[in-house]
């Protein structure tokens, strides 16, 4: 069987020969200038060949001493304590604040008011709650119809919820129960029969400043006709809501 010639050019052997080797003609290889390297897959080369910045890394925690790390902690709690600190004057500010708002609408604004009593029944019950708005008269003056809060003008220690029936230099009358402003009868139809009288007053001038109430329990009401004019510095506030009981609560408006 004949040998196989070996013509230099075998698969895998590409290579060429270096000169003055006489070991067998042997390959030795040399790497090229396009020889592949191995990257670094997180090195900034390696993100530059892919197009994309680099991340930056979280450096990692520095090493403490003992005593660094006990001055750390400290700064820490104080640091907590202080804002603990801002938080509670914040609180407390925020309360304070309140409080002086709540007193001042209260003073020269808006007064919780209890009924006691049926006077005003039956547009008022005996203890429904209400909200009285002391600013309505401070610009403007009490109109004809108007359920007010006023001082009772005998005892100024105690106050009473009436509605006005006569303003300044009105005349008033009443008649069988009928009451007659400048000869006028004033609208009563919200007053069941039963609650009304049949009383008279004589003709009379109400004076300069001055104002005639009347609760809409005519035969139940302690007021004008039995204690006088009141002074315009003694009604307090208008009537503006009553809230509870809640299932009654209403906003009024005159002659209702």
């Avoid at 390959?27 to 897959?41: E, F, G, L």
């Avoid at 008279?200 to 104002?211: I, K, R």
């Avoid at 005639?212 to 006088?228: A, L, T, Y």
């Amino acid at each position: 069987m004949g040998a196989l010639e070996n013509s230099g050019n075998s698969v895998g052997d590409s290579w060429p020969t270096q000169a003055g080797d006489d070991s067998n003609n042997k390959a030795i290889p040399s790497a090229p200038a396009t020889w592949p390297r191995t990257v670094d897959p997180e090195s900034d080369e390696a993100w530059e060949a892919l197009g994309m910045p680099r991340p930056e890394m979280a450096a990692p925690p520095a090493f403490q001493s003992p005593q660094q790390a006990a001055k750390t902690r400290r700064d820490r709690r104080v640091a907590l304590a202080a804002q603990v600190r801002e938080e509670l004057f914040a609180w407390v500010k925020t309360l304070t604040s309140a409080a002086v708002y709540a007193t001042l609408i209260v003073t020269f604004g808006f007064q919780v008011a209890r009924v006691e009593g049926q006077s005003m029944a039956p547009t008022l019950q005996d203890q429904d709650r209400l909200i009285v708005n002391k600013l309505a008269y401070l610009l403007d003056s009490p109109k004809l119809g108007d359920v007010v809060m006023l001082i009772y003008p005998k005892s100024p220690d105690k106050s009473f919820v009436k509605r006005i029936v006569a303003e300044p230099l009105d005349t008033v009358r009443i008649v069988n129960g009928t009451v007659y402003v400048n000869d006028k009868p004033l609208p009563d139809d919200f007053i069941p029969e039963e609650y009304r009288s049949q009383d008279d007053l004589a003709l009379e001038l109400v004076p300069e400043g001055y104002y005639f109430v009347m609760g809409d329990h005519r035969n139940n009401s302690s007021d004008s006709r039995h204690w006088g004019f009141v002074p315009k510095k003694y009604i307090l506030g208008r009537v503006q809501l009553r809230w509870w009981p809640f299932n009654h609560a209403r906003v009024f408006s005159p002659w209702d």
